[in-house]
Nanobody, 112 residues
Framework: QVQLVESGGGLVQPGGSLRLSCTFS????????LSWYRQNPGTERDRLAW????????QYADAVKGRFTISRDNVKNISYLHMNALTTNDTAVYYC?????WGRGIQVTVSS
Protein backbone atom coordinates (compact mmCIF):
# COMPACT_ATOMS: atom_id res chain seq x y z
CA GLN A 1 0.00 0.00 0.00
CA VAL A 2 1.00 3.62 -0.44
CA GLN A 3 2.97 5.00 2.48
CA LEU A 4 4.68 8.33 3.14
CA VAL A 5 6.52 8.85 6.42
CA GLU A 6 7.97 12.15 7.63
CA SER A 7 10.91 12.36 10.01
CA GLY A 8 13.44 14.86 11.33
CA GLY A 9 11.13 17.20 13.22
CA GLY A 10 11.60 18.52 16.72
CA LEU A 11 12.47 21.63 18.68
CA VAL A 12 14.74 24.31 17.24
CA GLN A 13 15.61 27.86 18.28
CA PRO A 14 14.68 30.90 16.18
CA GLY A 15 17.26 31.45 13.46
CA GLY A 16 18.15 27.78 13.42
CA SER A 17 17.87 25.15 10.73
CA LEU A 18 16.19 21.79 10.41
CA ARG A 19 15.96 19.17 7.68
CA LEU A 20 12.80 17.11 7.27
CA SER A 21 12.73 13.83 5.38
CA CYS A 22 9.91 11.95 3.72
CA THR A 23 10.31 8.32 2.67
CA PHE A 24 8.00 6.74 0.11
CA SER A 25 6.77 3.29 -0.79
CA UNK A 26 3.94 1.72 -2.74
CA UNK A 27 3.66 4.23 -5.59
CA UNK A 28 5.71 5.43 -8.59
CA UNK A 29 7.81 7.98 -6.75
CA UNK A 30 10.00 8.83 -9.74
CA UNK A 31 7.01 10.03 -11.77
CA UNK A 32 5.19 11.98 -9.07
CA UNK A 33 5.14 15.66 -8.27
CA LEU A 34 5.89 16.03 -4.57
CA SER A 35 4.78 18.76 -2.17
CA TRP A 36 5.41 19.80 1.41
CA TYR A 37 2.65 21.39 3.52
CA ARG A 38 2.20 22.61 7.07
CA GLN A 39 -0.77 23.13 9.36
CA ASN A 40 -1.60 24.50 12.80
CA PRO A 41 -4.72 23.51 14.77
CA GLY A 42 -7.81 25.29 13.49
CA THR A 43 -6.13 26.51 10.30
CA GLU A 44 -5.96 25.37 6.71
CA ARG A 45 -3.17 23.16 5.52
CA ASP A 46 -0.87 25.39 3.44
CA ARG A 47 1.36 24.23 0.64
CA LEU A 48 4.95 25.35 1.16
CA ALA A 49 6.80 23.95 -1.81
CA TRP A 50 6.64 21.46 -4.65
CA UNK A 51 9.17 19.78 -6.89
CA UNK A 52 8.84 18.10 -10.28
CA UNK A 53 9.61 14.44 -10.81
CA UNK A 54 13.02 15.20 -12.35
CA UNK A 55 13.88 17.96 -9.82
CA UNK A 56 14.19 20.54 -12.61
CA UNK A 57 11.30 22.71 -11.43
CA UNK A 58 10.55 23.92 -7.92
CA GLN A 59 8.18 26.48 -6.47
CA TYR A 60 7.78 28.00 -3.02
CA ALA A 61 5.17 29.87 -1.05
CA ASP A 62 6.08 33.48 -0.27
CA ALA A 63 6.31 32.71 3.43
CA VAL A 64 9.22 30.33 2.92
CA LYS A 65 10.84 31.39 -0.35
CA GLY A 66 14.54 32.02 0.13
CA ARG A 67 14.60 30.15 3.44
CA PHE A 68 13.38 26.64 2.59
CA THR A 69 14.67 24.30 -0.09
CA ILE A 70 12.93 21.20 -1.39
CA SER A 71 14.81 18.30 -2.95
CA ARG A 72 14.32 14.64 -3.82
CA ASP A 73 16.36 11.51 -4.38
CA ASN A 74 14.54 9.17 -6.75
CA VAL A 75 16.98 6.34 -6.10
CA LYS A 76 16.53 6.36 -2.33
CA ASN A 77 12.81 7.29 -2.53
CA ILE A 78 13.30 10.25 -0.22
CA SER A 79 12.29 13.90 -0.32
CA TYR A 80 13.85 16.58 1.86
CA LEU A 81 12.70 19.96 3.09
CA HIS A 82 15.64 21.94 4.41
CA MET A 83 14.52 24.86 6.55
CA ASN A 84 16.75 27.82 7.39
CA ALA A 85 16.32 31.05 9.37
CA LEU A 86 13.38 29.58 11.25
CA THR A 87 10.97 31.80 13.17
CA THR A 88 8.23 31.07 15.67
CA ASN A 89 5.73 31.43 12.82
CA ASP A 90 7.19 28.27 11.29
CA THR A 91 5.90 26.18 14.19
CA ALA A 92 3.46 23.67 12.73
CA VAL A 93 2.88 20.07 11.77
CA TYR A 94 4.63 19.40 8.47
CA TYR A 95 3.34 16.96 5.85
CA CYS A 96 4.58 15.53 2.58
CA UNK A 97 2.19 14.69 -0.24
CA UNK A 98 2.34 12.87 -3.56
CA UNK A 99 -0.34 11.52 -5.91
CA UNK A 100 -3.05 12.67 -3.52
CA UNK A 101 -1.59 10.71 -0.61
CA TRP A 102 -0.47 12.28 2.65
CA GLY A 103 2.08 11.41 5.26
CA ARG A 104 0.99 11.41 8.90
CA GLY A 105 2.81 14.66 9.66
CA ILE A 106 5.61 15.63 12.01
CA GLN A 107 5.82 18.41 14.58
CA VAL A 108 8.27 21.29 14.21
CA THR A 109 8.45 23.72 17.11
CA VAL A 110 10.49 26.93 16.89
CA SER A 111 10.99 28.43 20.32
CA SER A 112 13.62 30.01 22.54
Amino acid sequence: QVQLVESGGGLVQPGGSLRLSCTFSGFPFRNALLSWYRQNPGTERDRLAWISSDSKVTQYADAVKGRFTISRDNVKNISYLHMNALTTNDTAVYYCKALGYWGRGIQVTVSS
